[in-house]
C-alpha cells in the first residue's frame, strides 16, 4: 500500500527559506493529483499547493503564489515544495497528500492518501 513520509519543517525566522519533500513507498503515484495542505492550530485544512497527475500543471493558495513552488519527479516518486519568503501565517503542519485522480482540488475530502505531516514554525 502507498505511503507519504514528509520531512523537511522546522523552525525559521520571517523572510527564511524552508523545503519540504514527500517520499511515496509502496505505490505508483504518477498519475495522481498531489497537494501540500496547512493545518495552524485551531484551524482547518488548507490546500497551499497542488501538482497535477505527471506535473502538468501547478496550483497554489493566492497568499503563497510567487513565494511557494512545487514540482516532482516521478522516477524518484517524491514531491518537493520549495518555500521562501516565509511569513508567520505560514506556521502550520504541513501534510503531503495524494488524490486517486489526475486533475488538482483544494478539498481534503477528494484526498485518499495522507503522510503525518511536518511542523512548520515561522517566528517574527
Known amino acids: 500500500q502507498l505511503q507519504l513520509v514528509e520531512s523537511g519543517g522546522g523552525l525559521v525566522q520571517s523572510g527564511g527559506s524552508l523545503r519540504l519533500s514527500c517520499a511515496a513507498s509502496?505505490?505508483?503515484?504518477?498519475?495522481?493529483?498531489i497537494a501540500w495542505f496547512r493545518q495552524a492550530p485551531g484551524k482547518e485544512r488548507v490546500g497551499v499547493s497542488c501538482i497535477s497527475g505527471y506535473g502538468i500543471r501547478e496550483n497554489y493558495l493566492d497568499s503563497v503564489q510567487g513565494r511557494f513552488t512545487m514540482s516532482r519527479d516521478n522516477f524518484k516518486n517524491t514531491v518537493t515544495l520549495q518555500m521562501n519568503d516565509l511569513k508567520p501565517e505560514d506556521t502550520g503542519v504541513y501534510f503531503c497528500?495524494?488524490?486517486?485522480?489526475?486533475?488538482?482540488?483544494?478539498?481534503?475530502?477528494?484526498?485518499?492518501?495522507w503522510g503525518q505531516g511536518t511542523q512548520i514554525v515561522v517566528s517574527p
Open positions: 497528500t495524494k488524490a486517486p485522480v489526475f486533475a488538482c482540488t483544494n478539498a481534503p475530502r477528494d484526498f485518499d492518501m
Open positions: 509502496g505505490g505508483d503515484w504518477g498519475f495522481s493529483a
